[in-house]
């Protein structure tokens, strides 16, 4: 893995940077998409920098934060490919990876202390998906985003 964008809202900003530096302290090139301060912004719009870089491979894994990391992996998982993780603990962080080769972790910055949170992503990062019986389930995910490429999005038919 080289290349993780990295994004947040004004409830991530201050984590976000201690995420940055663990990142470059490990190596990793980091794509900053924002936001920089404690002013308020709308999470949609920095969910989806990083969610839209992932989908397209432009970058290896994404790391997203909100205050609570709900609206972060809502945005997120509407993008194709994006397996989007809202991990609070480590048990999670490592099963998204192990069950769900999720590729975008995403952290509520109201909830965690950055200790826990820069645990949860060293062991996200440094954890491999298992593949076998699991592979048969992101395949049926992958079938279900493509059986609704080009729908329209209507909740009523
Ligand atoms: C911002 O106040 C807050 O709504 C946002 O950070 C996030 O928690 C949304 O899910």
Redesign the pocket.
Known sequence: MKIVAVGC???GSDLKKELIQLLEAAGLSVLDCGTNSESSVD?PDYGAKVASAVSRREVDRGILI???G???SIVANKFKSVRAALCHDLFTAKASREHNDSNVLVLGG?ILSSEMAKEIVTLWLNTSYSGGRHDRRLKKILDIEESLEGKPKKSTD
């Open positions: 809202d004004h409830a999470y909100c205050g609570t709900i609206g972060m109201r």
